[in-house]
């Protein structure tokens, strides 16, 4: 077992490559009484073609199929998962994003029972074609339930707007015909592919023994049986760097339009250190030049045209990323102009003050540090920086050493008229 210690933020991460690929990490925090965890496989709903284990040969599977199997994982041929960790004084749950998938808990007492539990359901799967078509049903009405909300479809209407190929284009959920072509069959074959230890990442955090935790979590791995690792092919269409639609409209049961302007970034195949640098260079740009703070925010909000649902934001992964900057306002078409104006004028004057970027560096750096008393955040974000090859504790000291050039060639990366694209909502009766 590692013992990493991270001097600047007075933490001791513990780390460990079990015997079979798995990477455990655990972090004691001294002073919590709850201890959170996260079991994660990297495995989300880009993932749709890829050679199944032990096979040469790729497939595509129906989209959805990561959202379903997280459901069907937490159903037992003997017993209810959220029930046992419910008597065992814990509080369960999952989710599916773009790139992972993740079964957690949070608990303040049977600690070992709880992350056995945990181990336990997530590596013995159980599916059947009856409990897998009853199962379409449930998720169709979440599907249901997420097409009548408008911030939902705003959200992935911008992004479909943005990709031509990549599955990012496609809702998490998949759609009621995709769903309905999951098979039992199907599920397993993914299960076996991604959710091998050596794909997996369990990180738990809080108020635990990181020594005793360690020999817990190897004894529970060392008796059980998996087929040797083997390197997952995943495959993806050529993405071109423009975006694919470059305004669509759509009208809803909403009392105000609803508008994003998307821009797609060029840079998408970054990893490890110069990844998180990027992200984090781009972040302090939309803060400085679009944030609630700038001179473009408050000369809109004073003009009326922007209200409090405004937020412009970055998000990068491997092989997608975009911001997005939007509002609910009465003019939406307006709004679209001036975005791609203030966007034009950058592309031919975008000088950054010194004071600014330095404010900006101590803001997001004081917001981390605050964020490191949150152990859920801590956990969900150390996991998804772990699988781009970045590490959480490294976002500090890469903060303070990102210089002006940083920020200015990171925002360069999403410039550009062909990489623009706006979505909007409209009200119901209101002319097209």
């Known amino acids: 077992m590692e ?13 460990e490559k079990m015997a079979n690929g798995l990477d455990v990490y655990i972090l004691p925090k001294k002073g ?8 994660t496989t990297k495995y989300g709903s880009v993932d749709r073609t890829f050679t199944p284990l032990g096979k040469n040969e790729p497939i595509t599977v129906p989209d959805g199929i990561a959202h379903f199997l997280e459901h069907k994982m937490f159903e037992k041929e003997d017993e209810d998962v959220f029930q046992k960790f419910s008597e065992q004084g814990a509080s369960a749950n999952a989710f599916t994003s773009f790139t992972r998938t993740s079964y957690l808990f949070s608990a303040t007492d049977q600690l070992y029972k709880n992350t056995e ?29 997420y097409d009548d909300q408008p911030g939902w479809r705003l959200y992935f209407g911008a992004i479909e707007n943005m990709y031509h190929t990549y599955p990012v284009k496609i809702d998490i959920a998949g759609t009621i015909a995709s769903i309905d072509d999951i098979t039992a069959e199907h599920l397993y074959t993914c299960y076996n592919t991604f959710y091998h230890p050596s794909n997996m990442l369990l990180f738990i955090i809080g108020a635990v023994n990181p020594v005793e935790m360690m020999d817990f979590v190897r004894d529970n791995q060392a008796s059980k049986t998996f087929a040797p690792p083997q390197q997952i092919e995943r495959f993806f269409e050529y993405e071109p760097t423009d975006v694919a639609i470059k305004h669509r409209t759509l009208k809803m049961d909403v009392q105000k339009p609803k508008v994003y302007v998307g821009l797609k970034a060029r840079e998408v195949t970054l ?13 302090i740009a939309m803060e400085i030049l679009f944030g609630r703070t700038s001179a473009f925010y408050e000369r809109l909000y004073d003009e009326g ?15 997608y990323g975009f911001a997005l900057i939007g509002t609910d306002t009465r003019e939406p078409e307006r709004f679209i102009a001036e975005v791609k104006a203030e966007l034009a004028r950058l592309e031919q004057s975008f000088v950054l003050d010194t004071k600014d970027v330095a404010r900006e560096k101590r ?6 540090l605050r964020q490191f008393n949150y152990i859920e955040f801590i956990a969900n974000q150390f996991t998804r920086y772990a699988f781009n090859d970045m590490n959480l504790f ?39």
């Open 32 to 39: 919590f009484s709850k201890t959170y965890a996260t079991f």
């Open 305 to 319: 045209l922007v209200d409090e649902t405004y937020d412009a934001g970055f998000m990068l992964e491997q092989g």
């Open 363 to 368: 803001k997001h750096i004081g917001s981390m």
């Open 117 to 145: 539990t945990l181990l336990n359901f997530v590596q013995s799967p159980y599916f059947t074609e009856e409990t897998v078509n009853k199962e379409k049903g449930i998720i169709g009405q979440e599907i249901t339930m």
């Open 394 to 432: 490294d976002v500090v000291p890469i903060l303070e050493e990102i210089t002006i050039a940083d920020i200015e060639g990171a925002f360069a990366s999403i410039q550009g008229e062909s990489q623009q694209t706006s979505f909007v909502i409209e009200p119901l009766g209101d002319e097209a």
């Open 271 to 283: 990893q490890g250190k110069a990844m998180l640098k990027h992200e984090l260079a781009m972040d």
């Open 3 to 15: 013992e990493l210690h991270f001097e600047q933020l007075d933490e001791r991460l513990y780390y």
